[in-house]
């Protein structure tokens, strides 16, 4: 087989069987060696041991990489590390692998059980010396945030309308998480008529809020919407959907200390006794600046 080249950095054959294609790797001298470990028929890993620093290891990724897609005819490669190796995590990053997840305790290791960080990369995958590509690349990497959007509707009694769910014993705020690729405000109206068969309208926007890690939750943003004041006899027409919300009912602000979560219970009277603001809020909390 002729050498991988690239400038002064040579990828030569030493071994290719059913199950791995093994290259010796030179920078003027032998610096390590980089393996296409094959997983299934056109799917597989790509481990390397390298000196040289991470330029040198991109370079060397990056050739056996084509190599795999271009003449093994590989679909899927796969880099698995160690999320403590930052530098590792670098070279599949530039190479062209989209970080896909954690594997949690997937490694042991001097009888310790580590997470594994895997980076995937496709053929038809837009390269990273693209935009999309490298876009594409970034977006795997950098955190991505739950959005919620619940919504305040509110009685001419002062009263605000709550929901009785079916996974835990606090009453909810109408609405729910924001889907991928769905605005918030959607995302409120949608969860309304999924749950109550109707989606009041939204008069705007009474609160923001951030929500700290609980109960097993990351912490997320959260939208609440104002769903203006209605005649007591709303409830009346609305129809729970029977799944997910069991019973929907008014209560009064000072009414709900032990019926809402704690979160609820330290925004909700203040929401309710200033709806014509913006709350802007940390965990419940108003931040002041």
């Known amino acids: 087989m ?21 290259f010796d790797v030179e920078n003027g001298k032998p610096v390590g060696t980089v393996e296409l470990r094959r997983t299934t028929q056109d799917a597989g890993l790509v481990v390397w041991a390298l000196d040289g620093g991470q330029e040198l290891a991109l370079r060397a990724v990056r050739l056996a990489t084509e190599y795999a897609f ?40 001097d009888g310790e059980r580590r997470d594994v960080a895997i980076y995937g990369m496709r053929v038809d995958d837009p390269r990273p010396n693209t935009v999309t ?3 594409a690349l970034m977006d795997s990497t950098l955190p991505k945030k739950r959005v919620i959007a619940h919504v305040v509707v509110r009685d001419t ?101 032990g019926l809402v979560s704690p979160l609820n219970a330290r925004r909700l009277p203040m929401l309710l006794a200033a709806p014509n603001q913006l709350h802007n809020l940390r965990a419940g909390v108003p931040i002041i600046s």
């Open 157 to 257: 009694a002062g009263r605000v309308l709550l929901c009785q769910v079916s996974y835990k014993k606090d009453l909810e705020l109408p609405g729910g998480v924001v889907e991928p690729d769905e605005d918030p405000a959607t995302g409120a109206s949608r969860e309304m008529q999924e749950e109550m068969g109707t989606a009041l309208p939204l008069l705007g926007v009474l609160a923001i809020d951030w929500l700290p890690r609980w109960e097993g939750w990351g912490d997320a943003v959260e939208i609440l919407y104002d769903g203006g004041v209605h005649d007591p006899s709303l409830i009346d027409e609305l129809q729970p959907d029977g799944f997910e919300i069991r019973a929907l009912s008014w209560h009064a602000p000072e009414e709900l200390e």
């Open 70 to 109: 271009g003449e093994l005819g590989f679909e899927r490669l796969q880099v698995e590390v160690d999320p403590e190796l930052h530098s590792t995590a670098r070279v599949a990053i530039r190479s062209g692998f989209r970080r896909e997840g954690i594997l949690r305790g997937a490694a042991l290791v």
């Open 2 to 22: 002729t050498p991988l080249i690239d400038g002064d950095l040579t990828l030569r054959l030493s071994r290719q069987d059913t199950h791995a294609v093994v």
């Open 133 to 135: 590509g490298w876009t």
